[in-house]
């Protein structure tokens, strides 16, 4: 019985070691789109949050809006912010007067020498209608 005991609490352990995420020297960042805030009669607020920086430096971020459902650079509208992205993350305020169409499909991206990194899509309404 106390064989059995420890090799449950040893297994236990080797499990537990293996569920922690190591987000260093990744030579890209992890971004997450988060839902859109502020929303109301003038416009929403897209944002963005920064999980793990990239050990390689980034050459622009920002987001890409679509009327499709999964955007991409050649469907979508792309909003770039800047090269470096902040550490708590990104936001851009979208005026309603710029949409045109009822849903957008937004997602946050950051580009490095190597690749694309793309956030999850999200959606907005808007009140064009």
Do not use: H, W
């Not at 990104?90 to 991206?109: E, P, Q």
């Amino acid at each position: 019985m106390m064989k059995q005991r420890f090799l449950f609490l040893a297994l236990i352990a080797f499990l537990m070691m293996g569920c922690g995420e190591s987000f260093e020297s990744e030579s890209f960042p992890k971004i997450i789109t988060l839902q859109p805030v502020d929303v109301d009669s003038t416009g929403a607020t897209f944002r963005c949050k920064l999980l793990a920086p990239s050990s390689s430096p980034t050459t622009s971020y920002g987001f890409l809006r679509s009327t499709y459902i999964i955007p991409d650079f050649g469907n979508s509208e792309r909003i770039i912010l800047g090269k470096n992205i902040p550490d708590s993350g990104f936001d851009y305020r979208v005026n309603y007067k710029s949409f045109k169409v009822k849903r957008y499909y937004v997602m946050a991206y950051a580009t490095t020498d190597e690749k694309t990194i793309f956030g999850n899509i999200v959606f907005v309404n808007s009140n064009v209608y």
